[in-house]
Each structure stands twice: as C-alpha cells, then as structure tokens.
C-alpha cells in the first residue's frame, strides 16, 4: 500500500484513496465535508505535551522524532497503527491528513514511515503463513 501525506487545506483527490486525520485537534476552519476524510485518527497524534514542546521548531525535529516514535511505541498506539492499517486496507493509497504549515517537519511525516514499516512487517507475517 501506498502512504502519501498531505496537507489538511489542500483540496482532496480521489486518489487520496482512505484520507486519514492524523491531527490532535480538527484543522482550523475546515468542515467536515470540506476534510472528506473517512477517519479521525487523533490517538495517533503526538501527546499535546509533545506538541506543544515540538512547536514546529525545526531545531527540535530530531528529539521531537525521537519522542513521537516512543509513543508510537506504547501498546496502545501499535494497536491503533494495525487498526488504520486494516482500515485502509481495501484502498491501495492511505493518505495521512495534518494541519501543519511545515511540510517537512510534522507528525505525518514520521507516523507515516512507522506505518510503512508495520505494513511491511504485516505483508511479511500474512506472506509466510500462506507458504506455511
């Protein structure tokens, strides 16, 4: 499957395929027929602690990963990472949604290399128990 990101004000496309909100908090000024997303994903968000301390600072990208990933790491946060995997599932793109100015440093950009290497690791597993 294919993982795009894509900012929350930015028109949507069909071929945006399963459009995921990945944000804490709904997009300023955006409805919901506007969003055209079929999930709100908010758990997967960084903690408002983490987001509040990262500020989009470009000086803090690297600790701000580092932290991110470590939540992403909890129990919890696998699950719901399989679960929008599942969700997903029937669409060959998933579209991460954020609200972000910064295209280059924002939480989608790391959920979404977390979520290719668990949709790697997922393909692997449903491929070896179809050999076994």
Avoid: C
């Avoid at 079929?38 to 932290?67: C, I, M, N, V, Y």
């Amino acid at each position: 499957m294919k993982i795009a990101i894509k900012r929350a004000y930015e028109r949507p496309n069909p071929r945006d395929g399963y459009r995921a909100l990945v944000d804490r908090v709904w997009p300023r000024g955006l409805s919901k027929d506007q969003l055209k997303v079929k999930g709100w994903w908010r758990d997967l968000a960084p903690s408002a602690p983490l987001r509040k301390w990262f500020g989009h600072e470009p000086k803090r990208w690297t600790e701000f990963q580092r932290r991110y990933r470590a939540e992403l790491r909890r129990p919890a946060a696998r699950r719901r990472v399989r679960e929008l995997l599942t969700a997903a599932g029937d669409h060959s793109v998933l579209t991460l949604v954020y609200s972000a100015r910064d295209e280059q440093h924002n939480q989608a950009v790391v959920l979404r290399e977390v979520l290719r290497a668990a949709d790697r690791t997922r393909t692997a597993r449903a491929a070896s128990k179809g050999r076994a």
